[in-house]
């Protein structure tokens, strides 16, 4: 079975400053990875995707993620975040043919 | 082109009401997924249907059923609403998820409410 760890719930910064979200993941065979961002009273918009390739993803709105595949972690980046970063974010693994599987979110907080 | 819609946005009902839910994909997109999502628990899977047959399902009771129609659009359903239903309902449509993973995009939900 597949499960995804968001291992901070809340992480307040203030404008201009880097952020990592950090996500690790449990699965028995090869999974995609992604990251999504929901802002408030909105659906979820995907930021990135990781599905093979080059372990360094980039994104939307600048940010990037790293999957260590050793680590089993696949970490959301920013190097300087703006206060419309403001949002919650939701790391998920899944399947070709499979449900995706979402951590419980990680709310960013970013103040000026 | 227009994105996934959800109808309504809001609804409140009271418990032991049942409640239909509406979400039209995108334009040629052929799977349609819902989600739910509350404080607790996150975003947890409800079903998916493709072609009209349901493909897959999450571990929720049969009170949460759906459906998809030829044109795609789907319904879900819930009968004998708890309070514990009060939530996030998500639907997302991708253009083929038996192929190589397809990007699912989201509708901005319906709010139910329930009293």
């Known amino acids: ?112 | 082109k227009a994105g996934v819609t959800q109808t309504p946005r809001y609804l409140i009902k009271t418990r032991g009401q049942q409640v239909t839910l509406s979400c039209s994909p995108i334009s040629g997109h052929r799977s349609v997924s819902w989600y739910q999502q509350t404080p607790g628990q996150g975003l947890q899977f409800l079903f998916e249907y493709f072609s009209e047959t349901q493909r897959n399902k999450g571990n929720f009771p049969g009170r949460f059923s759906g459906r998809q129609f030829s044109n795609s659009r789907s319904e879900m359903n819930v009968s004998t609403l708890e309070l514990g239903d009060s939530a996030l309902y998500l639907c997302a449509s991708s253009s083929n998820p038996t192929r190589t993973y397809n990007e699912q995009f989201f509708g901005p939900g319906t709010r139910l409410t329930v009293l």
């Open chain 1, 1 to 112: 079975a597949q499960s995804v760890t968001q291992l901070d719930s809340q992480v307040p910064v203030f404008e201009e400053a880097p952020v990592e979200l950090r996500c690790n993941y449990s699965s028995s065979v090869s999974v995609y990875l992604f990251w999504y961002v929901q802002y408030p009273n909105q659906g979820l918009q995907l930021l990135l995707k990781y599905l093979s390739g080059s372990t360094l993803v980039k994104g939307i709105n600048g940010f990037e993620a790293e999957f260590n595949k050793s680590q089993t972690s696949f970490h959301l980046r920013k190097p300087s975040v703006h206060i419309s970063d403001t949002a919650e974010y939701f790391c998920a693994v899944g399947q070709a043919g499979t449900a995706l599987i979402f951590g419980k979110g990680t709310t960013l907080s970013v103040s000026s």
